[in-house]
């Protein structure tokens, strides 16, 4: 028996791109798994943590914000292929419960 997580391909799928989010995201309506969905939520918060960090792309924070936000997508990313539902503290808790329309 393996201890893969049923979604696992689309969790990781997730996290190559925005695109590859929006095609895990239509790929797990069809069949719905708790650890692809787990994971595209996680993605979308990256990302929208990416796109805060574009606001300030003409200011020092914002390439101190990218760097962070791409430092998170890269242990996010090593966490979905680990089959571990685990994200960044604090930030993945609320990212669960913000973006409940991906449920």
Not at 49 to 55: A, E, K, R
Not at 60 to 81: K, T
Request: with cysteine; charged share 15%.
């Amino acid at each position: 028996m393996s201890n893969t997580p049923a979604g696992k391909n689309k969790a990781i799928i997730a996290y190559l791109t925005f695109v590859g989010m929006l095609i895990a995201f239509f790929m797990n309506k069809e069949e719905k798994h708790e650890f692809a969905t787990w994971h595209i939520k996680n993605m979308f918060g990256l990302v929208v943590i990416l796109f805060i960090s574009l606001m300030f792309q003409h200011y020092e924070l914002g390439f101190y914000i990218y760097w962070i936000a791409v430092a998170l997508w890269f242990f996010s990313f090593c966490m979905a292929l680990f089959n571990k539902e685990q994200g960044i503290p604090y930030l993945s808790e609320k990212f669960q419960d913000w973006f409940t329309f991906f449920d």
